[in-house]
């Protein structure tokens, strides 16, 4: 079965540095990965996501995530932050098989990113 | 824009109260979704249709059933509010996976439900 694990549920940083938030999966299949962020009283939003084709995935307001497939990890990194970056992220992970089960998408705990300015 | 709408922001119901959370998306999609997010344990999938009158169990489907009588809309329903229904309830939608591709899902605002 698929899981996802996001190591950090905090991460303190401050304005302008480089920041990364990791992400683990363990799926026994190929699998699509995404990382969303989630605004304070807002849904989600899709940030970036992998389905084939090169490893390094560019998404919205200048995040980046590397898809590293022997070591099952998918972690989201940018050069540096802004205060408006202060967020929730959630990595996920849907694996590719039959109809329903490539439907769902498994979310991560979610990382809480805090920019000091 | 895909726009995924829910009826409510914010709900307080009292305990055994029978409870409606409504979800429209304007996109045409064969899958919608219903997940609560509590601290912590990030989302977590309670069911999910992928057409009219279909719908399948998620993780924690206990306590709740749905219904999708039309394709753009989706209801969650609490029969009995317990206080440990207490949570955060984001609403979602996507097409269909082409082939085992999947693809991503849009959410609604979500619905913050309280039950005292």
């Known amino acids: 079965a698929q899981s996802v694990t996001q190591l950090d549920s905090q991460v303190p940083v401050f304005e302008e540095a480089p920041v990364e938030l990791r992400c683990n999966y363990s799926?026994?299949?190929?699998?699509?990965l995404f990382w969303y962020v989630q605004y304070p009283n807002q849904g989600l939003q899709l940030l970036l996501k992998?389905?084939?084709?090169?490893?390094l995935v560019k998404g919205i307001n200048g995040f980046e995530a590397e898809f590293n497939k022997s070591q099952t990890s998918f972690h989201l990194r940018k050069p540096s932050v802004h205060i408006s970056d202060t967020a929730e992220y959630f990595c996920?992970?849907?694996?590719?098989?039959?109809?329903?089960?490539?439907?769902?998408?498994?979310f991560g705990s979610g990382t809480r990113l805090s920019i000091r300015p | 824009d895909v726009k995924v709408t829910q009826s409510s922001r914010y709900l307080v119901k009292r305990t055994g109260e029978k409870v409606f959370l409504e979800c429209v998306q304007d996109?045409?999609?064969?899958?919608m979704f219903w997940y609560r997010q509590d601290p912590g344990l990030g989302l977590r999938l309670i069911y999910f249709?992928?057409?009219?009158?279909?719908?399948e169990k998620g993780d924690i489907p206990e306590g709740y059933s749905v219904s999708r009588e039309k394709k753009e809309r989706f209801s969650l329903i609490l029969e009995s509010a317990s206080t440990n229904q207490t949570s955060m309830y984001l609403c979602?939608?996507?097409?269909?996976?082409?082939?085992?591709?999947?693809?991503?899902?849009?959410f609604g605002p979500g619905t913050r439900l309280t039950v005292t």
């Open positions: 996109m045409d999609h064969e899958n």
């Open positions: 249709s992928y057409d009219v009158k279909m719908k």
């Open positions: 979602a939608s996507s097409p269909p996976p082409q082939g085992t591709v999947s693809y991503e899902q849009y």
């Open positions: 799926s026994s299949v190929s699998v699509y």
């Open positions: 996920a992970v849907s694996e590719g098989a039959a109809r329903s089960s490539a439907s769902k998408i498994i």
């Open positions: 992998y389905l084939s084709g090169s490893t």
